[in-house]
């Protein structure tokens, strides 16, 4: 949906965009809140994107300043520089569906074209962590840049090597509705403790750099040197990565089952232990499941947002399953939509 963005330009300047692109919103298959603490991820970008065409303004404006700021100091827009911006998505904001990793990627996109995915990803990273002041890690970034159609992308956060792997399963996504502001919510929080237990498991492992990388096989000793709740955070992000990884395998074996098992193990972990969870996401989990859904989990930091379900193609179901509950609960319907596994950034044609 690119046309609204180039339109807007079009009414909002009187004149036609220097370049456009899109960039698309993401859905996390499993690897969540490993990311900040160098694990693996393994998301899809989704169809919903976000629009931004670009020209040149009459005067200095300083929009979107983290991203601008960015590619100043990495001197593909002139210094100084200034731009005019028109923006449109479909993509939700707060269902974590990865909208404001979406604008700075296409905004980075529209204004430098040149720039290779993964420098744009930076760019956007960036652009989110320092300026804006999320500590995110670089998931929502990396997959809204690299993202292919048909394919899951294998993120290592820690060395940042990423894998392009098939991915044509049916997906749902459920809406709870409810909606979370990162800036303000538990994120920043969890990554605080996070690092707290980093720097507590370092008098046991001096060398270790990332909490993702204390090795799996040391969870008792990890558990008797972490009181709680630091003990909870941890275990977690030690167990979701050697999940991630387990499941970016069976999916690249095409052993859906398997893999759909692991995403309600990722959620039961979610919400017991990293407590990023919500009764609204535990009411479609709960249904689905017990509908004979593959799998099903919270996607994206959680508290709120959306919940993906992994079904077979000939599911009927699971749908009206999740439906009743959530109306039996919340006296509403959520949306339900498919999601297909979509293409990362890219520029539009005017
Ligand atoms: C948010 C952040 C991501 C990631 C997820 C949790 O979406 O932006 O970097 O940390 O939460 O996996």
């Not at 100084?80 to 990793?101: K, M």
């Not at 193609?313 to 919340?330: G, L």
């Amino acid at each position: 949906m690119p046309r609204p963005a180039i339109d807007l330009f079009h009414e909002t300047f009187g004149t036609t965009p220097r370049s456009a692109a899109s960039a698309p919103g993401r859905v996390n298959l499993i690897g969540e809140h490993t990311d900040y603490n160098g694990g693996p991820v393994l998301p899809i970008a989704i169809p919903a994107r976000t629009t931004a065409a670009v020209g040149p303004p009459r005067s200095w404006v300083a929009y979107l300043a983290g991203v601008l700021r960015e590619l100043w100091s990495l001197e593909v827009v002139p210094p100084n520089g200034s731009a005019r911006i028109a923006v449109a998505s479909d993509l939700p904001v707060g269902a974590g569906l990865a909208s404001s990793a979406a604008l700075a990627v296409a905004v980075a996109k529209a204004l430098a074209p040149n720039l290779k995915a993964r420098q744009i990803a930076g760019v956007a990273f960036r652009a989110e962590h320092d300026h804006v002041g999320v500590h995110c890690g670089v998931m929502d970034q990396t997959i809204a840049a690299l993202g292919r159609r048909d394919h899951a992308l294998l993120v290592e956060c820690a060395s940042l090597e990423a894998t392009q792997i098939p991915f044509g399963a049916r997906l749902l996504l459920v809406d709870t509705g409810k909606r979370h502001d990162l800036s303000t919510g538990g994120l920043n929080a969890r990554r605080a403790e996070c690092e707290e237990a980093v720097k507590r498991l370092k008098i046991e492992l001096p060398e270790l750099a990332w909490l993702a990388s204390w090795p799996a096989e040391w969870l008792l000793r990890l558990k008797r040197a972490l009181p709680e709740p630091l003990r909870s955070r941890a275990v977690h992000v030690v167990s979701e990565t050697a999940r991630a990884r387990f499941a970016a395998q069976l999916l690249a074996q095409r052993k859906l089952k398997q893999f759909g098992r692991l995403l309600y193990e990722s959620h039961e972990s979610c919400r017991r232990l990293y407590d990023c969870s919500s009764p609204e996401l535990d009411t479609v989990v709960g249904a689905a499941k017990r509908a004979g859904a593959l799998g099903a989990r919270l996607t994206g930091a959680g508290w709120g947002g959306a919940a993906i379900v992994l079904v077979n193609k000939t599911d009927k179901k699971t749908i009206p399953a999740i439906q009743r509950a959530y109306e039996r609960a919340y006296g509403k319907t959520p949306p339900i939509s498919e999601v297909q596994a979509s293409a990362g950034a890219h520029v539009e044609r005017l």
